[in-house]
């Protein structure tokens, strides 16, 4: 499957530390292989839409044909 990124999405992953990005890379390449693994967010805003996390962050993305879109990489309020 072809993974296609929203501008902010893009532009949200280049500010992101080194090692926050290999793992995102290698979920991607994961979902790229297994576009239904993760599970379908049921609330709003993001209902319908699919997302994981890795460490600090989560990652939205969305199914469209043939192609996985990332909608926003976003950071993760912990307490």
């Known amino acids: 499957m072809r993974i296609l990124w929203t501008t902010p999405a893009a532009e949200a992953f280049r500010r992101l530390p080194a090692s926050a990005k ?4 290698y979920r991607m ?3 790229a292989e297994f576009p239904e693994m993760y599970p379908v967010r049921t609330h709003q805003p993001y209902a319908g ?9 989560c990652v939205s993305y969305t199914l469209a044909g043939d192609a996985i879109v990332i909608l926003a990489v976003f950071p993760v309020r912990r307490g």
């Open 22 to 25: 290999d793992e995102v890379l």
């Open 29 to 31: 390449a994961l979902i």
């Open 49 to 57: 839409f699919r997302y994981f996390f890795t460490r600090d962050w």
